[in-house]
Protein backbone atom coordinates (compact mmCIF):
# COMPACT_ATOMS: atom_id res chain seq x y z
CA UNK A 1 0.00 0.00 0.00
CA UNK A 2 0.84 3.30 -0.52
CA UNK A 3 1.69 5.79 1.88
CA UNK A 4 0.28 9.76 0.74
CA UNK A 5 1.30 12.61 1.99
CA UNK A 6 1.00 15.91 0.60
CA UNK A 7 3.79 16.12 -1.62
CA UNK A 8 2.75 13.05 -3.43
CA UNK A 9 -0.94 12.76 -3.13
CA UNK A 10 -1.40 14.74 -6.29
CA UNK A 11 1.00 12.38 -8.69
CA UNK A 12 -0.14 9.11 -6.87
CA UNK A 13 -3.73 9.80 -7.04
CA UNK A 14 -5.05 12.71 -8.82
CA UNK A 15 -2.66 12.11 -12.03
CA UNK A 16 -2.97 8.62 -12.21
CA UNK A 17 -4.77 7.03 -14.61
CA UNK A 18 -6.92 3.67 -14.01
CA UNK A 19 -8.60 2.96 -10.29
CA UNK A 20 -6.94 4.28 -7.08
CA UNK A 21 -8.31 3.15 -3.46
CA UNK A 22 -7.21 5.48 -1.18
CA UNK A 23 -8.35 4.88 2.70
CA UNK A 24 -8.60 8.00 4.81
CA UNK A 25 -7.78 7.65 8.41
CA UNK A 26 -5.79 8.63 11.84
CA UNK A 27 -4.15 7.02 14.59
CA UNK A 28 -7.27 8.15 16.77
CA UNK A 29 -9.93 6.80 14.95
CA UNK A 30 -10.62 2.82 16.15
CA UNK A 31 -12.86 2.28 13.10
CA UNK A 32 -9.98 2.57 10.98
CA UNK A 33 -7.30 1.03 12.52
CA UNK A 34 -9.30 -2.12 12.69
CA UNK A 35 -10.86 -1.48 8.87
CA UNK A 36 -7.22 -1.33 7.46
CA UNK A 37 -5.96 -4.52 7.57
CA UNK A 38 -8.84 -5.97 5.58
CA UNK A 39 -8.55 -3.08 2.85
CA UNK A 40 -5.07 -3.83 2.88
CA UNK A 41 -5.76 -7.98 2.33
CA UNK A 42 -7.77 -6.89 -0.52
CA UNK A 43 -4.84 -5.40 -2.66
CA UNK A 44 -3.93 -9.17 -3.47
CA UNK A 45 -7.09 -9.69 -4.67
CA UNK A 46 -7.41 -6.59 -7.17
CA UNK A 47 -3.88 -5.89 -9.12
CA UNK A 48 -5.53 -3.53 -11.46
CA UNK A 49 -6.51 -1.41 -8.75
CA UNK A 50 -3.63 0.64 -6.87
CA UNK A 51 -4.33 0.72 -3.23
CA UNK A 52 -2.88 3.75 -0.86
CA UNK A 53 -3.64 5.11 2.11
CA UNK A 54 -3.44 8.99 3.87
CA UNK A 55 -2.68 9.26 7.62
CA UNK A 56 -5.72 12.95 7.76
CA UNK A 57 -3.57 14.27 10.84
CA UNK A 58 -0.53 14.41 8.65
CA UNK A 59 -2.29 15.90 5.74
CA UNK A 60 -5.57 17.49 6.68
CA UNK A 61 -5.32 20.07 3.70
CA UNK A 62 -5.80 17.13 1.53
CA UNK A 63 -8.35 15.31 3.16
CA UNK A 64 -10.30 18.38 2.81
CA UNK A 65 -9.69 19.15 -0.66
CA UNK A 66 -11.07 15.95 -1.14
CA UNK A 67 -14.28 16.33 1.03
CA UNK A 68 -13.10 13.74 3.37
CA UNK A 69 -15.57 14.94 6.31
CA UNK A 70 -15.33 12.07 8.60
CA UNK A 71 -13.58 8.32 8.96
CA UNK A 72 -13.49 6.20 8.02
CA UNK A 73 -13.35 7.06 4.98
CA UNK A 74 -12.25 5.03 1.87
CA UNK A 75 -12.45 6.39 -1.60
CA UNK A 76 -12.11 5.40 -5.02
CA UNK A 77 -10.48 7.49 -8.06
CA UNK A 78 -10.75 7.07 -11.48
CA UNK A 79 -8.52 8.98 -13.75
CA UNK A 80 -7.71 11.14 -11.07
CA UNK A 81 -11.89 11.81 -10.15
CA UNK A 82 -13.60 10.71 -7.08
CA UNK A 83 -16.23 8.53 -8.36
CA UNK A 84 -16.84 6.70 -5.60
CA UNK A 85 -16.68 6.42 -1.32
CA UNK A 86 -17.91 4.08 1.79
CA UNK A 87 -17.87 5.75 4.72
CA UNK A 88 -18.79 5.84 7.94
CA UNK A 89 -21.34 3.42 8.99
CA UNK A 90 -21.27 1.49 5.63
CA UNK A 91 -16.98 0.97 5.88
CA UNK A 92 -16.94 -2.65 5.90
CA UNK A 93 -14.51 -4.85 3.81
CA UNK A 94 -17.54 -6.39 1.97
CA UNK A 95 -19.02 -2.53 0.95
CA UNK A 96 -15.04 -1.69 -0.10
CA UNK A 97 -14.67 -4.79 -2.62
CA UNK A 98 -18.71 -4.51 -3.49
CA UNK A 99 -17.50 -0.88 -4.57
CA UNK A 100 -14.17 -2.13 -6.64
CA UNK A 101 -16.13 -4.58 -8.46
CA UNK A 102 -18.67 -2.28 -9.46
CA UNK A 103 -16.14 0.16 -11.14
CA UNK A 104 -14.10 -2.44 -12.60
Not at 11 to 19: A, D, F, I, P, Y
Not at 24 to 43: F, I, Q, S, T
Given at each position: MIVLDK?????????????????????????????????????????????CKLNTSQARRVAISQRVMGLPNISLYKDGKKIDEVTKETASKENVEAMIQKHL
Open positions: ENFESEVLQTEGLVLVDYWNEGCEPCKALLPLVEALESEYSTVKF
